[in-house]
């Protein structure tokens, strides 16, 4: 525990889980979209269904995907702000059973087209947790920067990669792979001991069997 | 784990003041230069006269439509100096409302220790300062002692309102203020420690009730309560008056009390006010409304 943890976050209100860490779920699929957002469906469940419209969920959401941070004045504006910058936001609501109860799912696409569809919950004091994305269940925090490669289910991927991060210098604190509803893919989701350069994910992509590779550098709290 | 009894033995061996302590333990802990960590407090201090400024706009008004506009009558009125209690007193509540309603109202704030409670510490450190002609740096500093208590009552008990209820945020905040004024006016550290206590002791009990879930309805007036309990009880431990129970203890039974609340009491609006009448009513009104359900698109 902090001192800054405690005098503070600095964020926009009236909620550090229904405002400021919507923002940041927000922020994973900025991250992940790298590209202006054009259209965005917003689903919220549970608490963030019922009480999010007071809390400015919807704003907040939609300020993260436009890449806002939580302490941004502009959040309480994001909606027309979308609006002017082409960037249509729609929302729905839904009950669903077995997830946290401020949960939300973003589906956006991005200016050429590309989507990214980040599920997560936001678990209290502004801290959040990525569930899903793109359908494949994975467990991010945002607290450290984190490295994402999607790649075929062979063996020696793993390895290449942990074996280039290391002659990078880079320290892996956590590792996690999943797998795909369906098809021969998996996601290995690897935080770092500190932040890592942009240019890794280029040279990842070239390894054989690797799909794609996005690096989220840690959020701003 | 940080304990008040900690904090207050380290800087009575040093002869230093509490918020010395914190600053000296964060420096250690982090590796952060105190320069550094003064400079980061100065910028949320800063946020926080903003966050004032920007509450007591008469005509600021929340998306539920429950609150804004009344930091600026109590304001008016205390800046008239007529209002019973005189100025420093008027002020202080002035500003507890104008910080919570910036929240309400999606201006920035900074969570003290949460967005529910950010009105109190302001409103407390900025109006004794203004009011009592202090340097900005006592003000900075005694923001560092408020620091330390919380990350003791945070780390002994809670200070989630979903955890222990209103008095894990109000009442945390109210026992940070109560030491940060009562450091800021002279007092010893361990005259700030029974501060804390009397403080934190006055709202066992309080309940996280807000109606309709938002943070509004009574979340706004209590941080107007929890600046006025924070002066009392600095008040008292200015003068000499002792908290017969030590400060750590009463975190502990506020832990306890906060375990056997019932989950309608702690932030679930199913219980207390959010359960009145009026308050089943406003919060349908606010979230059963069209409006609410209104599927909201921009073309």
Do not use: W
């Not at chain 1, 979308?82 to 949960?103: I, K, L, M, W, Y």
């Not at chain 1, 450290?144 to 075929?152: F, G, M, R």
Request: aromatic share 2%; proline share 4%.
């Amino acid at each position: 525990m902090h001192v800054f943890d405690i005098i503070g976050p600095v964020m926009i209100g009236p909620s550090s889980s229904h405002t400021a860490g919507a923002v940041r779920l927000g922020n994973v699929a900025h991250a992940m979209l790298k590209e202006p957002p054009v259209r965005g469906v917003i689903t919220l469940c549970g608490s963030f269904a019922k009480t999010g419209r007071g809390h400015g969920t919807d704003r907040a959401l939609t300020a993260g995907i436009m890449g806002m941070r939580p302490d941004d004045t502009r959040i309480r504006d994001s909606l027309r702000l979308a609006q002017e910058q082409g960037f249509a936001v729609s929302f729905c609501r839904e009950e669903r059973d077995g997830v946290h109860p401020n949960t939300a799912i973003l589906q956006v696409e991005g200016a050429s087209g590309h989507t990214v569809t980040v599920e997560g919950a936001s678990i209290g004091g502004g801290s959040i947790c990525v569930t899903k994305l793109n359908g494949m269940p994975v467990e991010i925090s945002g607290e450290s920067t984190t490295v994402l490669v999607l790649h075929e289910d062979v063996p020696g991927v793993i390895a290449a990669v942990t074996n280039f991060l290391a002659a990078c210098g880079l320290n892996i604190a956590a590792f996690r792979m999943s797998h795909h509803e369906k098809g021969e893919l998996a996601l290995m989701s690897i935080e770092l001991d500190g932040d890592a350069p942009d240019s890794l994910c280029q040279s990842v992509e070239n390894f054989a069997n690797v799909r794609s590779c996005t690096l989220l550098h840690a959020l701003a709290r | 784990m940080t304990t008040v009894k900690g904090l207050v033995e380290q800087a009575e061996k040093e002869g230093v003041a509490l918020s010395d302590v914190v600053l000296q333990r964060e420096n250690e802990s982090t590796g952060t230069r105190k320069e550094e960590l003064l400079e980061h407090m100065y910028r949320n201090l800063s946020v926080m006269r903003d966050s004032c400024r920007e509450g007591e706009n008469p005509n600021l008004r929340s998306e539920s439509g429950l609150s804004g506009g009344d930091s600026a009558k109590m304001m008016e009125r205390a800046r008239s100096g007529e209002n019973l209690c005189g100025p420093f007193f008027g002020k202080a509540l002035a500003r507890a409302l104008a910080v919570s309603e910036c929240n309400a109202c999606m201006g920035r704030i900074v969570a003290a220790p949460t967005a529910g409670s950010c009105g109190i510490l302001p409103a407390a450190v900025l109006t004794t300062m203004e009011e009592k002609n202090l340097p900005e740096e006592t003000a900075v500093k005694a923001l560092f002692t408020a620091a330390g208590i919380g990350m003791a009552i945070a780390e002994g008990a809670s200070i989630s309102g979903a955890q222990g209820g209103c008095q894990a945020e109000v009442g945390s905040a109210s026992a940070m203020a109560a030491a940060a004024i009562t450091e800021m006016m002279g007092g010893t550290p361990d005259m700030c420690a029974h501060a804390c206590a009397m403080a934190l002791k006055n709202v066992l009990g309080l309940v996280c009730d807000p109606v309709a879930g938002l943070v509004e309805v009574p979340c706004i007036k209590r941080n107007a309560m929890g600046v006025a309990n924070a002066l009392a009880a600095a008040e008292m431990a200015l003068c000499g008056i002792e908290s017969r129970i030590p400060a750590d203890e009463v975190i502990l039974a506020m832990r306890r009390v906060g375990d056997s609340m019932p989950g309608s009491l702690r932030e679930t609006a199913e219980g207390g006010l959010a359960a009145t009448p009026t308050g089943r009513r406003l919060a349908e009104e606010i979230l059963g409304g069209k409006k609410a359900e209104k599927t909201q698109e921009t073309p």
